[in-house]
């Protein structure tokens, strides 16, 4: 034994002698914790000797400075405890009875329920840490066991990088300057992390007032294993889904092709002498239809729900597309008795643009669906078009009194293959996909739709549609003195109507019985043909072949279902359902100089002197049509057959309007308006008016045409009433720029004077009221040219078909090189050639093959569809083969 070892142990008796006379309990302790002496009161206390690890534990923090005061629970008894410091590197301890205070015991509560949690906890400030909790030593092994409270948060960084790095240093420096940035920001972060042993951790912070940082790392490792799962499972029942919905698709199409035969070929005994009138082929060509609908329900569904659908908006006239709605429904709606209406509020944008087919798809499902679940013997139906004040979205409202839907069915009234009751599909039959179709359509165009309805009361549809406006409101374009006009009728139904637009405009409106004996002034009197009036019709027409009316001609209006129904009168007719506003407002133009101010002007000879007019066609089909159409309206207008062709002709004449095609070979009808805006410029030539006549309603053409200076596109095809009327507002509004020219001195003014927002209704009659299941109908090359004759028809459908059988040739070819955009471009001339004769079911696939073909890559389903097309055009070509022998026979 060393002097030194002599002296420790007599300072330890000394030291124990001394701690014996403490009246609380002490021990002494070196700095590697070991207890070097205790007094006789910690001896005596067998709770404290047998617990002297747990009092050990709690005074770390004294020894290491970062606490004055210790607190631990001794057999449910808590302690404090103090520290002293020695010689020699010793420090004694006191245990002492007394409580600790509020604030020290709810910091020890703190750092004990801190150490409990499962997830790992971090608090730290200025750089340093001030604690740590158990679970955060668990994960990481860097740590150990020993303490971290105060110790510089750069060090656990480094030890943190380290640990992921795995030896890696450029990692490891790369990791450090990472979390070294974003512990010293000043802002409250989160990252996520994959340790070395393949748990996931998520780290979440928050600072605190003084800057400090508490920190939380989260294991995720089971969430995200439940992610990956959910994810795989997801992507399998993807999978799954879009296998069946091309299985779908394929096995639609395979029955459609065979179906659309059998409908050909009903469709063409149907028109047989031998076979007219025979009930048995009306049924079966009947249920060939409705096979055809659910078949086409059950395609289009498929499409949607494989997010192959989009949409290609055209600026469309509402009021024209509701219209034809209800004229399509009509003669059904008067069969079971039901009262169908129609109301298109004024205040809405006469042009809008819209999806038409696809508007006019969800329309039609709302109508026939109120039309099919109406048993009722004073059955309604009306088709509302309103405009929300608030969000100036458009409300289709179809409102019916039918049988209603169950309050509980309601919300599941748009699942697919749902109805809201079985025995609605036993009475009614149908897919319960129509429904589900609507929304899927709605949602595609950014609105909503949603039901009203109660069991036995009837239901009301609202569809929602942010529609873009295209023009000013109907109610703007109005006759300013409407209001000093009377309508009398002695129809409740249209009178319902009637009064409604009086509201808006201003005008009386007058439920009679009777007509009056004296006419007055500005009134006119509607009345019903089918309410026993037509005998005093027929006296008043006699009447008026006596020169003695009782009222003028015109100032009576006929109500009918059919504008020919009563062809012997001079007495104009218009429709009893719908209220068509332009038939009404038509009645009142002779009294209204804003309604009649064009019609002095319109003669043939004022329209030759004013307008010199050059269209530009490539397509020999339609450059008849159009060359049939000026004749018929006897227009005089110079015709090109190429872009080259038009140049030369605009720089030898003064034109003041160009109508050209969009897509023609080597310059685009676009680039064409471009070349010809730049002659104007460079020659100081006064603006013309310059249209596009196109069959591509896409927003590229739009975007196009727009930039090279178009000033309104005009849709394929165009029907006859379509171009007089344009060409009648022309010739109104080239005489008012040539009348007022001295008076307008900026090019911007004559614009605007000559293009109003209301310029013309390019959306397509023939489109607002095609049957896309007819094949063939030759009464629409008459609606489009006019009055023809039986050898010019004749000659007009040989050539036609001769163009077809060469033509189809041609795009197998195609399709066996996968040259889709050159089928495209196919599928794009025919479109509107086919809609000339009728072929509206040609024309419609023909524009889902255009759609497609253009996309890069195109869409898998394009062969489904080319196939469709293909079967489309030979059905035409036989029904045009067969017509054609018909004719012959006949001569």
């Known amino acids: 034994m060393t002097i030194k070892d002599i002296e420790i142990n007599r300072d330890l008796k000394k030291t124990q002698s001394l701690i014996n006379l403490f009246y609380h309990p002490v021990l002494v302790v070196n700095n590697d914790l070991d207890i070097l002496a205790s007094n006789n009161k910690l001896n005596e206390s067998e709770a404290l000797s047998s617990n002297l690890p747990i009092i050990i534990d709690a005074i770390v923090p004294l020894l290491n400075g970062e606490q004055e005061l210790a607190f631990c629970v001794i057999e449910g008894e808590e302690k404090l405890c103090t520290a002293m410091p020695m010689e020699h590197g010793r420090t004694l301890v006191k245990i002492a009875r007394s409580k600790p205070s509020a604030l020290a015991k709810r910091y020890y509560n703190l750092v004990t329920a801190i150490d409990k949690i499962p997830d790992a906890a971090i608090i730290c400030s200025d750089g340093k840490i001030d604690l740590v909790n158990e679970q955060f030593q668990n994960i990481f092994p860097f740590c150990g066991n020993k303490s971290l409270n105060g110790v510089p948060l750069d060090s656990i960084l480094n030890d943190f990088s380290d640990y992921f790095a795995q030896g890696d240093s450029h990692l490891q420096a790369v990791t450090y300057r990472f979390l070294r940035r974003k512990f010293n920001s000043k802002q409250e972060m989160s990252l996520s992390f994959t340790a070395p042993d393949g748990q996931f951790y998520e780290y979440r912070d928050n600072l605190t007032f003084t800057g400090g940082r508490v920190g939380l790392i989260i294991n995720e490792s089971q969430i995200k ?10 992507n399998e029942a993807t999978a799954l889904s879009n296998a069946k919905s091309n299985f779908m698709a394929a096995m639609s199409h395979e029955v459609r092709t065979p179906l659309n035969g059998i409908i050909g070929l009903l469709d063409l005994c149907e028109h047989q002498e031998e076979f007219k009138g025979n009930e048995l082929l009306k049924r079966v060509s009947k249920s060939s239809i409705s096979l055809l609908s659910l ?20 600026d469309v006239n509402l009021r024209v597309l509701c219209e034809e709605l209800i004229n399509t429904f009509y003669g ?7 009262e169908l209406t129609l109301f298109v509020d004024p205040v809405i944008s006469r042009i809008v643009s819209v999806d038409e087919l696809r508007l006019t798809q969800v329309l039609t499902n709302l109508i026939s669906n109120g039309l099919k679940f109406n048993q009722k013997l004073n059955a309604t139906l009306r088709l509302e078009v309103l405009q ?18 169950e309050s509980t069915k309601v919300h599941t009234i748009f699942d697919r293959f749902t109805q809201a009751n079985d025995d609605i599909h036993k009475t009614f039959g149908g897919t319960g996909l129509g429904l589900s179709i ?18 036995g009361k009837g239901s009301t549809f609202v569809v929602q549609l942010p529609l873009e406006a295209c023009s000013a409101p109907e109610i703007e374009l109005a006759p300013a003195n409407l209001d000093t006009f009377t309508f009398e009728t002695n129809s409740a139904v249209f009178f319902n109507d009637l009064n409604r637009y009086a509201q808006r405009f201003h005008f009386k409106a007058i439920l009679t019985d009777a007509l009056p004996s004296n006419a007055l002034p500005n009134h006119f009197y509607l009345l019903d043909a089918s309410s026993g009036c037509e005998t005093e019709l027929i006296n008043i027409e006699q009447a008026l072949q006596d020169n003695r009316p009782p009222i003028p001609v015109h100032q009576i209006a006929l109500l009918v279902d059919n504008v020919n129904m009563h062809a012997q009168l001079t007495i104009k007719q218009i429709h009893l359902a719908p209220l068509k506003l332009a038939e009404l407002l038509s009645l009142a133009a002779p009294h209204c100089p804003s309604l009649s101010a064009t019609a002095a002007s319109m003669s043939p000879k004022n329209i030759s002197d004013r307008l010199r007019i050059l269209v530009v066609e490539d397509n020999p089909d339609n450059i008849y049509v159009l060359k049939k159409q000026f004749d018929a309206l006897n227009i005089k207008a110079s ?46 030539r006064p ?23 178009v000033d309104r596109i005009l849709m394929k095809p165009l029907t006859l009433q379509t171009l007089a009327d344009l060409i009648s507002r022309l010739n109104s509004e080239q005489s008012a720029l040539t009348s007022s020219v001295e008076t307008v001195t900026d090019e911007h003014d004559a614009e605007n004077l000559l293009f109003e927002a209301d310029f013309f209704d390019d959306s397509s009659e023939v489109n607002s009221k095609v049957d896309s299941t007819r094949v063939f109908d030759i009464s629409a090359l008459t609606e489009i040219v006019g009055d023809i004759s039986p050898q010019e028809e004749y000659d007009y459908l040989c050539g036609f078909e001769q163009s077809l059988s060469k033509d189809l040739p041609l795009m197998l070819d195609v399709v066996d090189v996968e040259d889709w955009q050159t089928l495209s471009k196919f599928a794009h001339r025919l479109k509107s050639s086919a809609r000339i004769v009728g072929a509206y079911h040609l024309s419609q696939k023909c524009e889902t093959v255009e759609h497609i073909g253009r996309q890069i890559p195109a869409e898998p389903l394009i062969l489904l569809d080319w196939e469709e097309m293909k079967l489309a055009i030979e059905e035409l070509i036989t ?10 026979s006949l001569q």
Request: hydrophobic fraction near 40%.
């Open 225 to 234: 294993g439940l992610n990956e799962q959910l994810e795989i499972s997801f």
């Open 295 to 314: 078949i086409n329900d059950v395609l289009d569904f498929t499409k949607f729900d494989a997010n192959m659908v989009q949409l290609s908006p055209s």
């Open 332 to 338: 059904q709606a008067k069969q079971q008795n039901v």
């Open 388 to 405: 929300d004040d608030l969000t100036n979205y458009i409300h289709f409202n179809v409102i019916d009194n039918g049988i209603g839907i």
């Open 438 to 455: 609507c929304q899927k359509i709605v949602q595609l165009m950014g609105g909503g739709i949603y039901v009203d309805s109660e069991l």
């Open 639 to 684: 015709f090109a057959m190429s872009a080259e062709e038009a140049i030369i002709f605009f720089e030898q004449q003064p034109f003041n309007v160009v109508i050209s095609d969009y897509q023609m070979p080597v310059i685009t009808g676009g680039e064409l308006i471009g070349i010809l805006r730049c002659l104007e410029e460079s020659e100081q």
């Open 687 to 709: 603006k013309s008016t310059m249209l596009i006549l196109t069959a591509d309603n896409s927003k590229q053409c739009q975007a196009h045409c727009n930039e090279v200076g």
């Open 879 to 888: 029904h045009i083969r067969k017509y054609l022998e018909n004719h012959d």
